[in-house]
């Protein structure tokens, strides 16, 4: 009897080992930016780096980080939506079509009421503009952002 319990404890652990990689540790909870924190990072991004083109580079990076709340993400995703349609043509991603993109998205991540609403606000007014960039000189509207203007158009409803 004790020789089948040691047998099948011995066949339990050499399980457990050959499941489990050598050498790696257990991964570490990755701990959250408090609001706090992310502010100034999130200000510095849009606001502080020059020129304009490397602040979406900034904000990109932000929203790739792990320690980033999705409620973050939607912020930075806001502020870059901003810039892409601010700034058209200036960078390849700068459109109102790529804009619509970023704020389609951030509205999947569950955004503050008050980002909530400067989304909406953007997204009608880039709908509302997208017209005018899909003419000389402005033919540079990559092909990956074009199909979100449906996408924001049901959204916004008839009329927009």
């Not at 408090?34 to 020129?51: G, N, S």
């Not at 619509?100 to 008050?114: H, I, N, Q, S, V």
């Amino acid at each position: 009897m004790m020789r089948a319990i040691a047998a099948a404890g011995l066949a339990a652990l050499m399980t457990a080992c050959a499941s489990a990689p050598a050498g790696t540790p257990p991964a570490e909870p990755v701990v959250k930016l408090t609001d706090e924190e992310f502010a100034p990072i999130v200000y510095a991004a849009h606001f502080k780096t020059k020129p304009v083109e490397k602040a979406d580079e900034a904000l990109g990076q932000l929203l790739a980080r792990p320690d980033v709340t999705d409620t973050q993400k939607a912020d930075a995703l806001q502020r870059r939506g901003f810039l892409r349609g601010l700034y058209v043509a200036d960078w390849p991603e700068a459109y109102p079509q790529c804009a619509m993109r970023d704020y389609l998205a951030a509205l999947e991540l569950g955004p503050t009421e008050k980002v909530k609403g400067q989304i909406m606000e953007g997204l009608e007014y880039q709908v509302s503009r997208r017209i005018y960039f899909n003419q000389a000189p402005f033919l540079g509207v990559p092909e990956d952002c074009k199909p979100y203007v449906t996408e924001a158009l049901a959204l916004l409803g008839p009329g927009k």
